[in-house]
């Protein structure tokens, strides 16, 4: 088993520079679900693939991945990791409800939001991978 990152009995203050990318990614991923439908072109093959799932679950696990690092780096994943993926989750349920009500030419999709799911816990999954933290 690797280091648990809360061992150090440290109180440190959060490295806010650190949360920056995950704020910038959240951002971006905001922009993407504000993206006018018409602008995304008709469908063709990528449908028939469920790319748009696909992208959907790397959004998010990129996300999710970003966060617990800087949660990491920090020293608070045991006590915000559960809290940190439920509002990512939310934040996707979010942005579809809001491409269903206030995009132009978008739709909200429940197959959107479970790729959005997945991907958090393929992020948290992959950030325990990376540093080698089981907690």
């Not at 806010?16 to 993206?35: E, G, K, N, Q, Y």
């Not at 045991?78 to 269903?100: C, D, H, N, P, S």
């Not at 995009?103 to 948290?124: E, Q």
Request: glycine content about 10%.
């Amino acid at each position: 088993m690797g280091q648990d990152l809360n061992a150090t009995g440290i109180d440190r203050a959060f490295p806010w520079r650190d949360a920056l990318t995950p704020l910038v990614l959240s951002l971006l991923i905001f922009w993407l679900h504000a993206v006018p439908g018409t602008d995304l072109g008709p469908v063709n093959w990528t449908a028939f693939f469920h790319v748009d799932k696909w992208v959907h679950a790397l959004m998010f696990c990129i996300l999710s991945t970003s966060s617990f690092i800087a949660l990491g780096k920090s020293g608070n994943v045991r006590r915000y990791k559960v809290y940190t993926m439920v509002g990512i989750i939310l934040y996707g349920i979010g942005l579809e409800f809001a491409q269903g009500l206030w995009f132009v030419d978008r739709y909200a999709s429940w197959g959107d939001i479970l790729a959005d799911v997945v991907g958090v816990f393929i992020g948290r999954v992959a950030f325990r991978l990376i540093y080698g933290v089981w907690n």
